[in-house]
């Protein structure tokens, strides 16, 4: 086992470190063929445009692929696009830049570019905007900002009310117009001992309350903020509209399947479709799992926004999503990107991958015959009708947390990720807090971050 | 009491004891197993036993994601950062315990602050300090702080069986003419194997399972590694719990067949004295 | 080859070395630090550095990783320990690395003693009972929570098909408390059980027969050999394994989020939140600075207390 047959030449000091050194070598060289070499190393001539996309739809992804080797033929640009998990929007974009390595190409949500153009992060968009026409997108959907558009719409993702409408025939029910018709439909529809329920609605910490259970707030006529960004939510006038909404969401939670603080996107998205819940707060992502999962459902089901406490306007909650450019040595080559992009329609394209869901924000995506004759599209043309009516504000508020205080601000994004909100909800369903003190303790968070810009 | 009658009680509290420990620990991933191949009806409806089968759940998250790439990198990777680590570690351990300089239990202490900072804090400023020598978004980035947190473990428990290693075998190495290199990689090693390959198997684990240096230093979809793939899953609309489990159970099948395969050595090598204080 | 045998003495560690004096000396320090070196910068580069950054931005006030830092020295300290919510995340910590801890070492040992008895399958109970450890903590978390589900997980689904109503896993305060603790206790309990089965392992055979020459019965020699043997292991698995569940982020983020509201929320996960929610950097590296320090401050407690390893 030992070898005492070697030289004592080995032994000596200066072939100890020679042999330590060789280990190195042969060490550090597998490891560097195993990882591959710097990046710098290769550093191409041509731009190389970085596209982050938190949308992970697989069609989506397959699209954008697909797009980036047509754009690579045509325009002879790399383009490279990096897929993140929804969840870790925010913690890879801020590091990213901290790190000196910012996005190109950003397809993520709204409030989300305010905070950034907010940090001087972002190109610029109005020019683009001006091109295609300022009339051309609907009620809200643009934000502008220091006087100029940030970010470029491609999809209102209203969060409306999915519902049955078979069931609805079966019992006789109606499109309920005000809170109290609301409990009545629910209650109607409630059979906890056969595992179904009246609807399924979040409640919990996160994004799918703040988007999918605030439509209740704005129907009430709820606001955060006047115009000079005093919280007014705890004001003589708006307290008890919250108040009023916050009783009423205890009522209706008791419709829902138990646990309403867990109900996650996963619940409101399969409950559904599974039969489950005779109603679900989602949008047209909903359809597709309705297609996808239990076709039989695609005649049986309808859509409807929130009612309003006393009749009266309706709403829906605006949860938009677009695309940024960055502000980065290639913003040049992006834009040339960008226009290539609108230029050759493949905007449509892109929304067309999850049809029913990415609802246009322009008017003329409507009138598109490549938009309009897409297969679910058509089939599903009723549905369709009724989301374009949610862009008429005489009949529907579009409300958001987005839209508080008088234009965009880094505040929003604020609302969102503290959840002062779902916490409201929260402390209400676990009775830890009475609707009015929730209401207070809410006003005195929002106070502590709000700044005025 | 009669002593047969003790006997037999006592084989079946024994009995019991045992089947109740299996299930405590194996019941969970044998419900994950057979949760990620049920078809989609009887997850809501469960039954204990494994029911009608389906491989839709597998088929949705192959689709889904890009399952094969994610466990090529994180077998590289963990493969790579059990090696340098061994391979840095071994050294240090023998130095601890058998040479006499100044400041190494202060050091060894130190690198248990590793464990002691969230660990997306730290990933932060790596993170940044890699952006700027140009090596982010590579494996070599991933396997150099995967290294950091499996080090602290890794000199810990190489320590122990260096410990336990009598002198006297080395010692007579040395008067044969074996230098310390020689008698570290001819001696001590083979014997110490068993032992080693538990050293193996908990530096595989804890780079197989990093989420968070993945999630901040990789930014290409080809480098990504397989927990940050599941939390892509948990993201996407379409992913339900069947194909959850089932994306679990796939991340899970090599590390429970090396487990397996090495839980002999393993069993062998923790009695050969990991565990001193 | 020689074989390595364990002595018929109980575990003690390997005898102190004589120094070796004289030329060689030097040249094996150089080996030495050597064999130090590449450790050491790892450490340094990958993990020193880092934590002094993160203690450093503890002394401004950002709120992005893209704003621009203001100097505020302690201010954010005294914030932090001023805020109840801070103390109430605290004792959170102490109370789960408290329960944790202490459930780890009943059952890790009580599973030790039983996979040390003589059985036929020995070997396959005892990598049984080890596999939860070597599940990555992602797939531990869906796991439970497919089986905590409120309404289609296995375990309601059978407390219901029994008459008791399901209860809320991760959104009533004692459930919550309930699942943190108990899928935390699933999780790392055989890293406990292994290590009292290896040091069980290690007593002789033959102390155990002379004690029982002498007339000593089995709980007697639980009590005066089994015990004193665990006792050494006991101290260092407790400190360990305390320092590790009062810093545990991943599997209480995972599972409850801390929630509902604040009711499972621990130091990590306050710091966590205020990094990457609350806009609030400087406050979060204070918190997990401070977490650092009454770690660090406790582990040097525990060397005061139990010097180990300075003899070897």
Same mark, same amino acid.
């Given at each position: ?187 109607? $529809?409630?059979?906890?001992? /056969?595992?179904?329920? @009246?609807? =399924?609605?979040?409640? %919990?910490?996160?994004? !799918? #309350? ?58 409101? $998205?399969?409950?559904?479709? /599974?039969?489950?819940? @005779?109603? =679900?707060?989602?949008? %047209?992502?909903?359809? !597709? #799992? ?164 | ?277 | ?312």
């Amino acid at each position: 086992m030992s070898d005492h047959q070697s030289s004592p030449a080995l032994y000596t000091p200066m072939s100890r470190r020679r042999l330590l050194r060789t280990l190195g070598a042969a060490g550090g060289a597998t490891l560097l063929s195993a990882t591959g070499l710097p990046r710098q190393i290769h550093a191409a001539k041509a731009p190389t445009i970085r596209i982050f996309n938190n949308e992970t739809d697989p069609d989506t992804i397959a699209f954008l692929k697909k797009m980036a080797t047509d754009y690579k033929a045509e325009a002879g640009a790399t383009v490279k696009i990096e897929t993140v998990p929804v969840m870790q929007t925010v913690t890879k974009l801020t590091t990213s830049i901290k790190a000196g390595k910012p996005y190109d190409f950003i397809i993520y949500w709204t409030n989300l570019a305010i905070q950034l153009a907010e940090e001087g992060q972002l190109a610029p968009l109005g020019e683009i905007i001006k091109e295609v026409g300022v009339d051309d997108f609907g009620p809200r959907a643009l934000r502008k900002f220091k006087d100029d558009y940030w970010i470029y719409p491609y999809d209102y993702n209203f969060n409306y009310l999915l519902y049955r409408k078979d069931w609805f025939a079966e019992k006789g029910l109606a499109v309920p117009n005000d809170w109290n018709e609301f409990l009545e439909v629910c209650k109607a $529809l409630n059979d906890p001992k /056969n595992k179904q329920y @009246a609807l =399924t609605l979040p409640f %919990g910490n996160g994004v !799918h #309350t703040n988007w999918g259970n605030t439509a209740f707030l704005w129907a009430a006529g709820v606001e955060f903020y006047d115009d000079e960004w005093n919280v007014i939510l705890d004001s003589p006038d708006i307290k008890p509209r919250v108040v009023k909404t916050l009783e009423f969401l205890e009522k209706v939670s008791q419709y829902t399947p138990p646990g309403p603080l867990e109900t996650s996107l996963k619940d409101m $998205l399969i409950n559904f479709s /599974n039969g489950t819940s @005779a109603m =679900t707060s989602y949008t %047209g992502r909903a359809i !597709h #799992t309705i297609e996808d999962r239990n076709p039989e459902l695609a005649d049986k089901y309808a859509i409807m926004s929130y009612p309003g406490p006393d009749g009266g306007k309706r709403a829906v909650t605006y949860g938009d999503d677009g695309f940024s450019i960055g502000k980065t040595s290639n913003t040049e080559a992006t834009v040339d990107f960008f226009k290539w992009f609108l230029s050759t329609e493949r905007l449509i394209d892109y929304q067309l991958t999850v049809a029913l869901h990415y609802q246009p924000p322009q008017y003329s995506t409507y009138k598109n015959e490549k938009w309009r004759s897409n297969p679910l599209i058509q089939k599903h043309w009723e549905t369709i009708e009724v989301m374009m009516d949610f862009m008429n504000t005489d009949k529907t508020l579009v409300g958001s947390i987005d839209f508080q205080g008088p234009q965009a601000s880094p505040n929003h994004a604020r609302i969102m990720t503290s959840n002062v909100i779902p916490k409201m909800y929260s402390q209400v369903l676990l009775k830890k807090m009475t609707p009015s003190q929730a209401v207070d303790a809410a006003a005195k968070e929002i106070r502590e971050f709000t700044t005025r810009s | 009491m009669n002593p047969t009658i003790w006997t037999w009680l006592r084989r079946g509290i024994l009995g019991i004891l045992i089947v109740g420990v299996t299930i405590y620990s194996l019941f969970p991933m044998y419900w994950m197993v057979i949760s990620g191949i049920r078809e989609e009806r009887w997850l809501f409806d469960p039954l204990l036993f494994p029911g009608p089968y389906s491989w839709q759940s597998v088929k949705t998250i192959l689709s889904l994601t890009d399952f094969p790439t994610y466990y090529l990198n994180s077998i590289i990777t963990a493969v790579a950062t059990t090696i340098l680590t061994l391979v840095v570690v071994t050294p240090m351990a023998y130095a601890l315990v058998r040479s006499r300089l100044p400041g190494m239990m202060l050091m060894v202490r130190a690198m248990l602050f590793a464990y002691m900072f969230p660990a997306l804090l730290l990933a932060i400023p790596v993170y940044i300090f890699l952006v700027k020598i140009g090596l982010d978004d590579t494996r070599l980035s991933l396997i150099l702080t995967h290294s950091t947190f499996t080090m602290p473990l890794g000199v810990w428990l190489m320590w122990g069986f260096f410990k336990n290693f009598p002198f006297e075998v080395e010692e007579s190495a040395f008067i044969d003419g074996c230098s310390r290199i020689k008698a570290i990689y001819r001696i001590i090693m083979p014997l110490t194997l068993p032992g080693m390959l538990t050293v193996v198997l908990f530096l595989f684990i804890l780079s197989w399972s990093d989420f968070v240096f993945s999630l901040i230093l990789i930014t290409s979809d080809e480098l990504k590694t397989l927990p940050y793939g599941l939390a892509s899953i948990d993201d996407a609309y379409d992913a339900n719990w069947g194909e959850l489990m089932a994306g679990s159970t796939m991340i899970c099948m090599p590390l429970l067949l090396l487990f397996a395969f090495l839980s002999k050595y393993f069993i062998r090598g923790l009695s050969m004295g990991a565990v001193k204080s | 080859m020689v074989t390595l045998r364990r002595s018929a003495t109980l575990a003690t560690p390997a005898p102190v070395q004589p120094v070796r004096v004289g030329p060689l000396e030097r040249r094996e320090r150089k080996l030495f630090l050597a064999f130090l070196t590449p450790g050491a910068l790892l450490a340094i580069g990958a993990l020193f550095i880092p934590v002094f950054y993160a203690i450093q931005l503890s002394f401004y006030h950002t709120e992005s990783f893209i704003d621009t830092p203001e100097f505020v020295g302690l201010g954010n300290y005294v914030r932090i320990f001023t805020d109840p919510r801070y103390w109430e995340a605290f004792w959170h910590g102490l109370f789960y690395a408290g329960t944790t801890v202490f459930l780890q070492v009943v059952i890790g040992i009580a599973i030790a003693l039983l996979l040390h008895q003589e059985f036929r399958g020995r070997n396959w109970l005892r990598s049984a009972a080890l596999a939860p450890y070597i599940l990555p903590t992602v797939v531990v978390v869906y796991i439970w929570k497919w089986l905590l589900n409120l309404n289609h997980g296995l375990i309601n689904v059978g407390l219901e098909s029994i008459g008791i109503t399901p209860i809320a896993w991760f959104s009533s305060v004692v459930g919550a408390w309930f699942s943190i603790i108990f899928v935390s206790v699933w999780y790392w309990t055989p890293f406990v059980t292994i290590t009292f089965l290896a040091a069980l392992q290690s007593i002789s055979d033959d102390l155990y027969d002379a004690a029982a020459v002498d007339g000593a019965n089995s709980w007697q020699r639980l009590l005066h050999i089994t015990l004193p043997v665990l006792k050494p292991v006991l101290v260092v698995i407790i400190m360990l394994r305390t320092i590790f569940m009062f810093n545990k982020f991943d599997i209480v983020w995972l599972l409850t989020s801390g929630g509902p509201l604040t009711s499972t929320e621990h130091l990590p996960i306050l710091a966590y939140q205020k990094t990457f929610d609350m806009f609030d950097i400087g406050g979060g590296t204070a918190v997990a600075t401070s977490i650092f320090l009454f770690l660090t401050l406790l582990i040097w407690l525990y060397f005061r207390l139990f010097p180990i390893e300075e003899m070897d």
